[in-house]
């Protein structure tokens, strides 16, 4: 599986972005898709993720109520709305598809060390 993800840019705080990431192969809606972040000194954490179906969503604390996942399989696409931006969101956004659901642990979601990743897109939010 290979990811494409685009979207980001700049944006002053309150306002909104939309990211995408395109898949390609033939077995994207056998994937679940997974949206993690990584801000300059900080290591990478996880953002967003929705089940092969849909079906199922999990968010970090941090963006509940403000990012949705969601994901076209006709497409071979996974969205992360973003709303409500601060400051504190700007990272390098990246997406992952992994073959199972998120694994919960410690407070946090992960994908496995095997899960596939794309190039990340910048998002920068402006106080």
């Known amino acids: 599986v290979q990811l494409q993800a685009s979207g980001g840019g700049l944006v002053q705080a309150?306002?909104?972005?939309?990211?995408?990431?395109?898949?390609?192969?033939?077995?994207?809606?056998?994937?679940?898709?997974?949206?993690?972040?990584q801000a300059p000194g900080k290591e990478r954490e996880f953002v967003a993720a929705i089940s092969w179906s849909g079906g199922s969503t999990y968010y970090a604390d941090s963006v509940k109520?403000?990012?949705?996942?969601?994901?076209?399989?006709?497409?071979?696409?996974?969205?992360l709305q973003?709303?409500?931006?601060?400051?504190?969101?700007?990272?390098?956004?990246?997406?992952a598809a992994d073959r199972t659901d998120p694994a919960y642990y410690s407070g946090s979601y992960y994908f496995h060390p095997s899960a596939y990743w794309g190039q990340g897109t910048q998002v920068t939010v402006s106080s």
Request: aromatic content about 16%; hydrophobic content about 35%; glycine content about 10%.
């Open 14 to 37: 309150g306002g909104s972005l939309r990211l995408s990431c395109a898949a390609s192969g033939r077995t994207f809606s056998s994937y679940a898709m997974g949206w993690f972040r």
């Open 82 to 95: 973003m709303n409500s931006l601060k400051p504190e969101d700007t990272a390098v956004y990246y997406c």
């Open 65 to 79: 109520g403000r990012f949705a996942i969601s994901r076209d399989n006709a497409k071979n696409t996974v969205y």
